[in-house]
């Protein structure tokens, strides 16, 4: 099986233009979830998604993120007028909802503001 | 809410000593715990898990028992090497919700 792919892997934008990172979860999963990891430091949830659903959202700053999971292609987290403090990984996992309740992570996407 | 606790790092050690990174929990009831480890550039990538209360998970000489009494999923490893230099990090997660992680603990080991 194909693990969960992300692209880009490296992204590098000006300030105020938009990023888009994209996530394909493994086969078999319908649940995605994406976590930033700023420089030296751990893993903050961000947002939760089920197809075509946010399920919990709570870890999404409140204004310029926005997530998706449509029915079909992969999920999306959009960052729109970057900033530099926006510099991170970004990391998408996935899993299925069975009693392991494993999350399985990307390789990740490494946003550069300039 | 939840929360996980790791013993700060950085871990320093020698090849071929005894490793422990300490992990403890606050969650209502009965999650799931992992351990996960991070290499440079990469993502992360699942070591072992424990889905109930005294479960050992174990996986390449490191394993961790689901403490329930002490809320605790501490990894241990017997002898490490120079290749298990990474960032490690403690997970808890519920049926059908996020994950929620401790702040990772960066273990070195010397030749």
Same mark, same amino acid.
């Given at each position: 099986?194909?693990?969960?792919?992300?692209?880009?892997?490296?992204?590098?934008?000006?300030?105020?233009?938009?990023?888009?990172?994209?996530?394909?979860?493994?086969?078999?999963?319908?649940?995605?979830? #994406?976590?930033?990891?700023?420089?030296?430091?751990?893993?903050?949830?961000?947002?939760?998604?089920?197809?075509?659903?946010?399920? +919990?959202?709570?870890?999404?700053?409140?204004?310029?993120?926005?997530?998706?999971?449509?029915?079909?292609?992969?999920?999306?987290?959009?960052?729109?007028?970057?900033?530099?403090? +926006?510099?991170?990984?970004?990391?998408?996992?996935?899993?299925?909802?069975?009693?392991?309740?494993?999350?399985?992570?990307?390789?990740?996407? #490494?946003?550069?503001?300039? | 809410?939840? &929360?996980?606790?790791?013993?700060?790092?950085?871990?320093?050690?020698?090849?071929?000593?005894?490793?422990?990174?300490?992990?403890?929990?606050?969650?209502?009831?009965?999650?799931?715990?992992?351990?996960?480890?991070?290499?440079?550039?990469?993502?992360?990538?699942?070591?072992?898990?424990?889905?109930?209360?005294?479960?050992?998970?174990?996986?390449?000489?490191?394993?961790?028992?689901?403490?329930?009494?002490?809320?605790?999923?501490?990894?241990?490893?017997?002898?490490?090497?120079? &290749?298990?230099?990474?960032?490690?990090?403690?997970?808890?997660?519920?049926?059908?919700?996020?994950?929620?992680?401790?702040?990772?603990?960066?273990?070195?080991?010397?030749?």
């Amino acid at each position: 099986n194909a693990g969960v792919m992300q692209n880009p892997r490296h992204l590098v934008r000006r300030r105020g233009q938009e990023a888009r990172l994209r996530c394909s979860p493994m086969k078999g999963h319908s649940h995605v979830y #994406w976590y930033r990891q700023l420089p030296e430091e751990g893993l903050k949830f961000m947002v939760y998604l089920q197809k075509e659903n946010i399920i +919990d959202e709570s870890g999404m700053p409140k204004e310029r993120f926005s997530a998706e999971f449509p029915k079909e292609g992969p999920s999306i987290l959009r960052i729109q007028q970057v900033v530099r403090g +926006d510099s991170a990984a970004y990391f998408c996992a996935s899993s299925r909802t069975d009693p392991g309740n494993t999350i399985y992570f990307g390789e990740g996407s #490494w946003l550069t503001v300039v | 809410g939840d &929360s996980v606790t790791q013993m700060e790092g950085p871990v320093t050690l020698s090849e071929e000593a005894f490793l422990t990174i300490n992990c403890t929990y606050t969650a209502t009831g009965y999650p799931s715990l992992f351990w996960y480890v991070q290499y440079p550039g990469e993502g992360l990538q699942l070591l072992l898990k424990a889905t109930k209360a005294d479960d050992k998970g174990s996986n390449k000489g490191f394993e961790a028992t689901y403490r329930k009494e002490t809320t605790s999923f501490h990894l241990e490893k017997g002898s490490v090497q120079v &290749s298990d230099s990474a960032v490690y990090f403690c997970a808890l997660k519920h049926n059908a919700g996020k994950s929620t992680f401790g702040d990772g603990t960066t273990l070195t080991v010397k030749p």
